[in-house]
């Protein structure tokens, strides 16, 4: 709010924006409006700040388990390997699934005999 002496006509600010030193840069615009309806003598000050939200912190989601390939070349690894993944697709796979739901059996099949070998 400011104000207006009556003998001096000279405006005095007894209001003010109070904001941190980090934000005085979102502050965009402060001014006095002066009422246009009555003759008085006290003026609104006003600001116009423009703030963003805080951002939250949020939690990676864990990926996918690396195989490892390094064991490729032990043959009695690869005899499990194959095992495993034969005994995988023959519980998983049906005559009359579509492609995609096919594909997608294969896929987890492959991949997780590949995590537990």
């Not at 032990?74 to 005994?87: G, M, P, V």
């Not at 023959?90 to 579509?98: E, I, N």
Request: glycine share 2%.
């Amino acid at each position: 709010m400011s104000w207006r002496h009556p003998r001096s006509r000279r405006w005095h600010q007894l209001d003010f924006v109070i904001t941190r030193r980090a934000d005085i840069g979102s502050v965009l615009l402060t001014r006095s409006y002066h009422s246009a309806d009555c003759d008085t003598d006290h003026a609104l000050v006003a600001s116009k700040v423009c703030k963003t939200p805080k951002r939250l912190h949020h939690l990676k989601k864990k990926g996918r388990l690396r195989i490892n390939a390094s064991c490729v070349s032990h043959l009695e690894k690869n005899q499990q390997f194959i095992s495993r993944l034969e005994n995988a697709l023959s519980k998983g796979v049906t005559v009359d699934d579509t492609i995609d739901s096919k594909w997608l059996c294969l896929r987890d099949a492959v991949y997780n005999t590949a995590i537990i070998t």
